[in-house]
């Protein structure tokens, strides 16, 4: 069963991770959250729920306007061939998330299995905070990249920050 936005939270509080959350509209698109930006400070992202030809699946995390190569990002990321978008249903089974709402807090409903190796993009890493849905789109968190990784780590999960977008490979 998927966690819900008050259970996240409350694994927020529990483990000492400082967030901040502003409700607003649903948005769908890293397009229809322009106006958010100006009004939510910190960096702003988009989440690549991919999968390999062997079935490995990946939840890429970067900057909104990062250029990412989908071609070329299996062999940095170390995936078994060509990566394509996960489907929604896929999503929704591993991340407990619709399409729209994806997001490095969706980790929490993979503890168990650890079917997703998130990959952090080491650009958006500079940023703080940085900010993503709480499971739904109708707000954006807030969170510093330290808590940021405390939050996957206590999921289980060991991320890996690489330079999967271009102005992550120009920095390096």
Known sequence: ???????????????????????????FTVAESGDLHERIPGGHTKNLFLKDKKG???????????????????????????????????????????????????????????????????????KAPLNYHPLENNATTAISPEDLLRFAELCGHTVRVLAVSEEAKQMA
């Open 56 to 126: 490995n699946l990946f939840l890429v995390v970067a900057l909104h306007d990062a250029t990412i190569d989908l071609k070329q990002i299996s062999s940095v990321i170390g995936a078994s061939g060509r990566v394509s978008f996960g489907k929604a249903d896929l999503l929704g089974e591993v991340l407990g998330v619709l399409p729209g709402s994806v997001t490095p807090f969706a980790l929490i409903n993979d503890r168990e299995a650890q079917r997703v190796q998130p990959v952090f993009d080491a650009a958006m890493m500079q």
């Open 1 to 27: 069963m998927a966690a819900t936005r008050a259970e996240l939270f409350a694994f927020f509080a529990e483990n000492g991770l400082a967030v901040s959350t502003v409700d607003h509209e649903p948005v």
